[in-house]
């Protein structure tokens, strides 16, 4: 008389039903596996038998990366903020007329894919006029420059020189202004 083992805790038995079973001449039974498809079966992850279907799921689940030579440096997500101050980088030659820069990544048009972005901390040796005030510091580069007073007389002077080339003298007399019109006037008169 067998006596059976009290079992204690859980018990997991696999799911035999992809193992085809095939009575022999003797009284053994021999299990043939059959292929199973690669994804999740039974909570479990089965890979794909084909070599290149595997090798190009490795290479998806691999970081976007620059690389070991830069320090595998990990693709950034754009928000519309980085978005903003990536494209204030690249026009930085039109917001300072006395500076000047080289070419470089201007003339193109897309944006970086590996970049970090950084905190500027002053030297404690900088003079103070040098550094900005706890007031000037914004969340980004867009809003510094939007608040820069310097740089908003800089570009009110801008358009207005584009606005006096723009505009052709003598015109002024001949358009239309509301109810100045010498049209108007005579209209309204009854002549």
């Not at 002053?122 to 040098?130: A, H, L, N, R």
């Amino acid at each position: 008389m067998l006596l059976s083992k009290p079992k204690i805790g859980l018990t997991w038995e696999p799911n035999l039903s992809m193992f085809k079973s095939s009575a022999t001449a003797s009284t053994k039974s021999v299990y043939q596996i059959s292929k199973p498809k690669p994804g999740i079966i039974d909570g479990l992850y089965v890979p794909p038998a084909d070599p290149k279907l595997q090798n190009r799921l490795v290479r998806k689940q691999l970081k976007d990366t620059t690389g070991k030579n830069w320090f595998d440096m990990p693709a950034q997500t754009i928000t519309p903020e980085i978005n903003n101050d990536l494209q204030i980088i690249k026009l930085r030659n039109v917001i300072d007329p006395k500076r000047h820069y080289k070419k470089g990544d201007s003339n193109s048009k897309e944006l970086p894919k590996y970049f970090q972005m950084g905190t500027m901390v002053e030297s404690p040796t900088d003079f103070y006029s040098g550094r900005l005030t706890n007031k000037e510091r914004k969340q980004s580069i867009a809003e510094e420059l939007l608040h820069d007073a310097a740089l908003g007389k800089y570009r009110k002077r801008k358009v207005r020189e584009i606005e006096e080339q723009n505009n052709v003298p003598g015109v002024e007399k001949w358009k239309i202004k509301g109810k100045q019109s010498w049209k108007r006037a005579k209209h309204r008169r009854g002549d």
